[in-house]
């Protein structure tokens, strides 16, 4: 719900769910919905996998306990071995381990290394990384990825994708429009500029809403409840336990509202009342509002806490992704 553009919407759709259970480690704002929370451990006392990305080779890092769980808690892989066991019969046949471990163990028994080793590394990598000359033969074999090396060697650079023209290919104009590409053939799965839906009239909303994450407090939402992330959160600014809107003084001159003065920040979806500081270096068409404050939830050190930013957004996808646009959405100023 929180971390979402238009995020409460998400309360619509739970209503027509009959039953919902949360593992969030944290009564945040979705699992103060749930009918059942069985919260798992934190990050610190917990095992779990991640793949690496973007890298050009493959890679897995282990996340390993730091320290026993505190609180009755329970991963949430042990949660549903416990229940595959609890059912009998062939549920309980195809989960045959004891503890999420050792699925971890059997999912990563191929990876190139045991794991003993890979339990004192915390990382794994297929190859590791080699501090070699860009564009040597070693290089290319061993760094780059398949599609670089498959690409013509002519010298040029490459731009085209083609693992997006393989999932495009096979589209008809129509499906690709209903994606949101305006480009069809090669010219897709090439970097070229989509038109942004804008939501909100320009001369009704002159500002482009531009939603920034924290560095302090993180893109998560447990963040926010920690008081030592909180008391540096707006450093920049001079803002801390709460949110501001950020603008370009000579914008805000010109609509009359002074630095720290309260305001309100409205767009087709919402409006929000915070605190105006005046940034020189921000685009005078632009504000930034951060997302990581305006909690309803989570802990009483981040609940009730300026605003989020995302709930003024048009709860809209990007083009082909399919991923949550965060830069499509215009918002009027006015004093509080």
Sequence with gaps: MFEAPGGR??????????????????????????????????????????????????GIALRQPAIPPILNTLNTGDFFLKVAAAMGGPISAAFPWKT??????????????DWKTLQDLGVWTTPGYRFERRGSPRWLSEVVGSDRRLAPQDGRFDFFSRELHAALEPLSPEQLSALGLSQKGDAASLPHYEPVA???????????????????????????????????????????????????????????????????????????????????????????LPYNQGHTAVGRWAKDRGVNGLALLDPASEPASGLAAFTNTRVKIYPA
Excluded: C, H
């Excluded at 309360?11 to 749930?34: H, R």
């Excluded at 999420?100 to 290394?113: A, K, M, S, W």
């Excluded at 320009?202 to 008081?227: C, H, K, Q, R, W």
């Design 9 to 58: 919407r998400f309360i619509q759709a739970f209503e027509k769910v009959p039953l919902i259970v949360s593992f969030s480690s944290f009564l945040d704002e979705s699992a103060a919905y749930a009918d059942l929370v069985l919260p798992e451990p934190t990050f610190l006392e917990r095992y779990e996998d991640d793949y690496f990305e973007g890298l050009g080779y493959s």
């Design 100 to 113: 999420y471990e050792e699925v971890l163990q059997f999912r990563l028994q191929n990876v190139g290394t």
């Design 198 to 288: 804008y939501q909100g009239d320009p001369d009704e909303y002159p500002f482009t809403l531009n939603v920034v994450t924290l560095m302090s407090l993180g893109s998560i939402s447990a963040l926010a409840n920690l008081p030592t992330l909180q008391e540096i959160s707006g450093m920049t600014v001079g803002e801390t336990w709460s949110g501001w809107l950020e603008m370009n003084p000579q914008s805000a001159a010109r609509l009359g509202v002074q630095d720290k003065a309260e305001v309100w920040v409205e767009s087709p979806f919402g409006k929000a009342r915070t605190r105006l500081r005046t940034v020189k270096g921000l685009r005078p068409d632009v504000v930034n």
